[in-house]
């Protein structure tokens, strides 16, 4: 059996006990028996029995009956009933109407979606590189999702093989790019290597033949971006520069442990660095080469390390130039 459950107001409860001198007890359980259903109206058992059950309802009335006789109570259920009823419906109305008012809106994105990507969509799909595909095929942002299932299957597959078409002709300028860039390579490497690298490039295919592309590089890197006294090459730190952990069992150098690297644009210098900077900086114009990039290597051992701080640093300055056809070498030199 379902039960009614009724709750009274506390106004009802001070009126209640200032009348009979005792409190009336806030939450009074009224189940609904085959006969108390029977006794109420045809439209309030429609509203409480479904399928042959009874529904249980929470109702809050405002003013209940001084007595709890059947017919009272049978005529405040009857009420309340119709009450929670209105309101449940009236709710429904309006989930609804909410419903309808979101679904409406979603609609209204959909197209202002469609429509701002309609002109991007149109101008990718003719091959405009400058252009931007407005969705993407799989993920993308709201707007692109809602596009794109504002877009037919026709157009959703147009936009599939322009994107295959479009990765194709990039592959191929990348490997035109490529090749572009060993002819270059071999050139500069015919003119500035010996007639060993010359009759290694003629000995094999082009572009560079039998001459290793390393080799070729190291090539035109001596011959472009010199050494000398003063342009000294900078050399990479290792472990053992920055700690020493004294030799193992069979006499060789041991393990440094954990040791870090980092290379740092400066900060601050020194006047003793600065001196140095310059220096270079005065060999790499004289040399007809860029002033380049100064920067701080830090070698820092998080073990146990001889060095009194277990900090190593040290500067160099990167210089690259490009020669062309995607053909870009760099160096850096110790200061």
């Not at 009074?28 to 309030?44: F, G, K, M, Q, S």
């Not at 890197?221 to 342009?231: G, Y």
């Amino acid at each position: 059996m379902a039960s009614i459950r009724i709750v009274r107001g506390s106004d009802y409860r001070q009126a209640q006990a200032l009348a009979t001198g005792r409190d009336c007890p806030e939450r009074i359980e009224w189940t609904l028996t085959p006969e108390r259903v029977l006794a109420l109206p045809e439209d309030v058992r429609a509203l409480v029995v479904r399928d042959g059950e009874v529904r249980g309802l929470d109702w809050y009335p405002s003013a209940v009956p001084a007595d709890l006789e059947t017919d009272a109570m049978a005529e405040a259920v009857a009420a309340a009933i119709r009450t929670v009823a209105a309101d449940q419906a009236a709710k429904r109305a309006a989930d609804e109407a909410g419903r309808t008012e979101r679904e409406a809106a979603y609609a209204a994105e959909i197209e202002a979606a469609r429509a701002a990507g309609a002109g991007a969509l149109v101008r990718w799909l003719a091959g405009d590189e400058a252009a931007t595909c407005p969705f993407s095929s799989y993920g993308g942002t709201r707007d692109e999702e809602m596009l794109r299932e504002s877009c037919s299957r026709a157009a959703r597959e147009a936009v599939t093989r322009e994107g295959t078409r479009r990765r194709a002709a990039a592959k191929q300028r990348e490997e035109a790019a490529a090749a572009a860039r060993l002819v270059r390579l071999a050139a500069l490497a015919a003119e500035h290597g010996d007639d060993s690298a010359r009759e290694r490039i003629a000995a094999g295919p082009a572009p560079l033949g039998l001459l290793p592309e390393e080799e070729a590089l190291e090539i035109v890197r001596a011959a472009r971006l010199p050494v000398s006294d003063v342009l000294r090459e900078h050399k990479q730190m290792i472990g053992s520069d920055v700690c020493d952990a004294g030799e193992d069992e069979d006499g060789d150098a041991g393990p440094c442990g954990s040791v870090s690297f980092r290379s740092l644009p400066l900060a601050e210098v020194t006047a003793e660095e600065w001196a140095r900077i310059k220096a270079v900086r005065a060999a790499l114009a004289a040399a007809g080469l860029p002033a380049g990039e100064a920067k701080r290597h830090r070698g820092q051992c998080g073990g146990d390390c001889s060095a009194e701080e277990g900090t190593l640093e040290r500067l160099g300055i990167v210089v690259e130039i490009d020669l062309g056809d995607g053909l870009v070498i760099n160096r850096e030199y110790a200061v």
